[in-house]
């Protein structure tokens, strides 16, 4: 039965996205008259005209259509790419300090300027998927190309090379959660309304890592398209082999750092810390928990084929050090499923096949989450690839059952931002805007329907 529900499971979730998801950002996502995304999409599907947008936002929308895409073979998605391009680089990029912008107004202009090292991150994935997206482009000779792949990479290394020489921490470890436009330190540091200020969150070092990712395995794509050098950059005259060393070499510390200073003792991640990783509070974010472990596991298999030595960072000294390639996967496999199985037992309710939201304080939000479902749907697959137990698929089974039954807005379209275990949505929250976007679930309908193909491709 195994291979049939995989199967049936991946074609339900390409129907979803591409009847559903990704039709519907496309349709009303888009600010006509300003350009780039509304910052509040209301329920009936209108866009809020006053709110700021958040470059989190309009990277996700790059990310999402950029990697639709490719997983797809449909070039006509890169239109939407374009448009997320375009509103990222007229709109974001600070062309003073470098960097990108937390926020900006309608008009443009800048609403707040700090440097949030989780926006700055986003830029990165966004960047980097969008670059892969328009170099098959190229390689397969589509017309929609433009602009040339090596653009987007160039934004992407140098928000990389700004990230390593601003915000990693060459002390502790990881990297810190914000700074100043000019990207000195800064007392402004919450990520969102929802979080606390702290030198350094799980958050940002999460989605980081994901970027680091991205970025690594598009260095690698274009260095086997034959690309040798990325002129323009501020890494200046290093090779494309040089630049994914010193990817590698920042990814597999921060999948260090998260193993080790991050992940707690009871298996879930801590979520925020002072600069020496001490946590603060006592939060459990169930959907961080089962992301964070296929996030983990990912970075580790694409560094695998790595065994380079790393090389000296923007401002440093020669580290000494080499990459440590299959060396992480034997480390870090068995803490990666702990991540996974914690999960399954704390936070997803058989009974219901949802993932819950968190525990804080001795209370339990029992609320499902959007995008909690979109991580454990792609989070226990993950787990049962690695393991081969069949509770895991399951559980990826019975997610995608909660979403099909209740998550899905088929009416409204996309998926409800929050909906009570009774299933009843939460009809105060707004569609989508600046932390709702295609990014969690068309992602993890993309992966699903990946894993799929190379299961059948492995019988």
Known sequence: MTASDVSSLASELRSELLGNILPYWEKYSRDPVNGGYWGTLRQDNTGDPA???????????????????????????????????????????????GGVYWAVRPDGTPSVAKKQIYGEAFAMYGFSEYAQALLSGSTSGSAARSPDPTEPLRHALDLFCLLELHARDPASGGYVEARAR?????????????????????????????????????????AAAGYATVPGTVAGTATVAELRARVAEALAALVNATMERILGADAHLDLYFDRDWNPVGDPVSYGHDIEASWLLWEAIEELADFAGPTLPA?????????????????????G?????????????????????????????????????????????????????????????????????????????????????????????EPKGGNWKTPYHNARSCMEIMRRARHIGERR
Not at 326 to 331: D, H, M
Not at 415 to 423: E, I, K, S
Request: charged share 25%; with cysteine.
């Open 336 to 428: 990666v499923v702990r991540i996974a199985r914690v999960a399954l037992a704390e936070g997803f309710d058989p009974e219901t096949g949802a993932l819950e939201n968190e525990t804080h304080g001795g209370h339990r939000d029992r609320t499902r989450i959007w995008w909690c479902q979109a991580e454990a749907l792609v989070g226990f697959f993950n787990a049962w690839e690695m393991t081969g137990e069949r509770p895991f698929l399951d559980a990826a089974l019975a997610v995608w059952g909660w979403i099909d039954r209740f998550q899905s807005d088929r009416a409204g379209g996309d998926w409800h931002a929050a909906v009570g275990p009774d299933g009843a949505a939460d009809l105060t």
């Open 182 to 222: 000019d990207w000195t330190p800064t007392s402004d540091l919450k990520l969102s309304d929802k979080d606390i200020d702290c030198d350094k969150s799980m958050n940002t070092n999460l989605h980081v890592m994901e970027a680091l990712t991205t970025l690594y395995r598009a260095l690698g794509a274009f």
């Open 51 to 97: 709110e700021p947008r958040s470059v989190v936002m309009t990277a996700r929308h790059l990310w999402s259509y950029s990697a639709a895409s490719a997983a797809l073979g449909e070039p006509r998605w890169l239109e939407s790419a374009k448009w997320a391009y375009d509103a990222l680089t007229d709109r974001f990029l600070d062309r003073e300090f």
């Open 314 to 334: 923007p401002g440093s000294g020669p580290t000494g050090r080499d990459v440590p390639g299959k060396g992480l996967a034997e480390r870090w496999r068995e």
